[in-house]
C-alpha cells in the first residue's frame, strides 16, 4: 500500500526566484530556499519520482553536480528542467 498524505496538506513548491512560491506566498520551509537539493528532496518538492528524476539525469535532461557519491540537482537546473522561467 503507498503513503498516503494528510488532508489539507499542499503539496511542496519550488520557490521563484523572488523567493516566493508560485502561489505568491513566502515559503516558510527552508529547503525551499536552498541552493541544491538532493534528489530525494527534488522529488518531493516536484511530486515526481526519483525513478523519474534519475532516468532523466541519466538521459542529460536533467543537469546535476556530483559531490562525492551524491548527486546534487541545483535549483536553478530543477526549475530549467521544469520549464519554470528563471
Known sequence: MSPRR???RQPDRLPEPD???SA???DPDPAA???A???DEAARLTGLSRDLLYDEMRRGHLVYVKVGRRRLI????LQQFLGVAS
Open 74 to 77: 541545483t535549483r536553478h537546473h
Open 24 to 26: 505568491g506566498q513566502h
Open 6 to 8: 494528510p488532508r489539507g
Open 33 to 35: 530556499e536552498r541552493l
Open 19 to 21: 523567493g516566493s512560491t
Open 37 to 39: 537539493y538532493s534528489v
